[in-house]
């Protein structure tokens, strides 16, 4: 082996990342997909993408990319190659096999040109999943899996509608993606007995968790509460993020209307944020915000008194939000109304920065937000919690680190994607 070799492990390897979500969207896991493969690039790896088109956490397509089917775009180094596919404008089980579908039809019909000597997906998509495993197959290379969202759980526990009957396809599809992995990168290791019951290994599962993609707070925290128009003694409960059914987000609503004196902010974009607004009609302390721009976005976040994670109360295994990774970097304290024996609780009391309190219970979230604005210094202490938590587990580099050994340790052993 020659000292570049040695030095530089990814030089002149052609890897293939696929993610249905990628930049330019700034939420959810498209950062994940964007910075991992950016980085490889960086490390001197030839790295192309398979991506959808950006749509997500609208549900809605780029104005920049409406009348766009096939494209190969140059982003930090990586060959970005997008393929058109169906967004369905709400979710029901019938409209997300569409979606699902029309993603495998295409990234199937026209993948990237070339023989990768890997193949790295992020689950969910599903579809993302199967072509991956699909292409790994073919090219007799490794494929190696990123479960970020277990989607048969996400359809038995979310409240999609129809989303009973979708499960077993789901899962089936996750079954195929994941049975010829050479490894399984899970990001919480919640989700490892629910790879397992899809059939995998035990030693082939790695843990991989998510980083924090953004830079902390920056702006004077009183400027920013001015131009958003938030009074100084009116306590603010925001939540950032996607909002879907998973969230529950009617009982931030529900909270709304028991307190009148607390301002509840809703910032982000879903396929629900329409139905919450109908829900919100005519109280004056819920606001709505279009997601911050990356340049405020903790700004926003750290300006808010206490951050939201909320989950339906079937929601266990399926989801540890990305958002908490944010919230953390923000230095404030997060209230989770979430299930207690869930991936997302145990990642809160991880932390120390944060208090659970019981999933669809508005009362109860109410009681937690009072108590936490009526003795500043405690909720200043619990919030300081989270950025020496990000820095102890949550840094980039560490985050990039741990992919980086997952990916050398099947490049070392050789491990194909042959197996069934």
């Known amino acids: 082996m020659s000292d570049v070799e040695r030095h530089r492990p990814l030089q002149n390897r052609r890897l293939l990342v696929v993610s249905t979500n990628y930049a330019p969207e700034v939420t959810g896991i498209g950062p994940y997909a964007t910075q991992l493969a950016e980085h490889w690039a960086a490390s001197g790896a030839r790295v192309r993408a398979l991506a959808g088109m950006p749509h997500y956490p609208s549900w809605r397509l780029d104005e920049a990319y409406r009348q766009v089917w096939r494209t190969v775009e140059i982003r930090g180094g990586v060959g970005v190659h997008r393929r ?28 990237p040109p070339g023989r990768p000597d890997a193949v790295v997906s992020q689950m969910p998509s599903l579809a993302g999943g199967v072509i991956a495993a699909r292409l790994a ?13 277990l989607m048969g759980s996400a359809a038995a526990q979310s409240g999609i509608r129809g989303g009973g009957r979708a499960a077993s396809v789901a899962a089936a599809a996750e079954r195929y993606a994941l ?9 919480h290791e919640s989700f490892v007995p629910g790879v397992t019951a899809l059939g ?12 924090t993609h953004v830079h902390g707070p920056t702006a004077d925290r009183a400027a920013t509460r001015a131009r958003l128009g938030w009074p100084p003694g009116t ?6 993020g996607n909002m879907g059914l998973k969230q529950g987000l009617d009982v931030l609503v529900d909270t709304a209307r028991l307190a009148p004196d607390v301002k509840v902010v809703l910032m982000g974009d879903g396929n629900q944020r329409d139905a919450l607004r109908a829900r919100a009609e005519g109280l004056p302390n819920v606001d709505f915000l279009e997601p911050a721009g990356a340049g405020e976005f903790t700004d926003v976040l750290a300006a808010a008194d206490v951050l939201a994670v909320t989950q339906r109360a079937s929601v266990l295994d399926m989801s540890v939000p990305s958002k908490l990774t944010s919230y953390f970097v923000s230095g404030r304290p997060v209230v989770a109304s979430v299930a207690d024996e869930g991936g997302t609780a145990d990642e809160v009391r991880r932390s120390g920065a944060g208090v659970l309190v019981a999933p ?13 604005a009526a ?20 840094s980039r ?15 070392a052993d050789g491990r194909g994607g042959s197996a069934r």
């Open 84 to 111: 058109r596919h169906y967004v369905p404008p709400r979710q029901t089980a019938l409209r997300r096999a569409a979606f699902e579908a029309s993603i495998l039809a295409t990234g199937l019909f026209a993948p």
């Open 179 to 187: 049975s010829g992995a050479a490894l399984v990168g899970v990001i």
């Open 137 to 149: 197959r073919r090219h007799r290379v490794p494929h190696i899996p990123v479960v970020q969202d």
């Open 375 to 394: 003795d500043p210094a405690a909720a200043d202490a619990l919030g300081a919690e989270g950025p020496r938590y990000v820095a102890r587990h949550l």
């Open 200 to 211: 995998v290994d035990p030693g082939r599962i790695r843990l991989v968790p998510n980083w």
């Open 397 to 411: 580099e560490a985050g990039l680190a741990r992919f980086d050994a997952l990916l050398a340790e099947v490049l």
């Open 235 to 240: 306590p603010v409960l925001l939540h950032s």
């Open 360 to 372: 669809e219970d508005p009362a109860a979230l109410l009681e937690t937000v009072r108590k936490l």
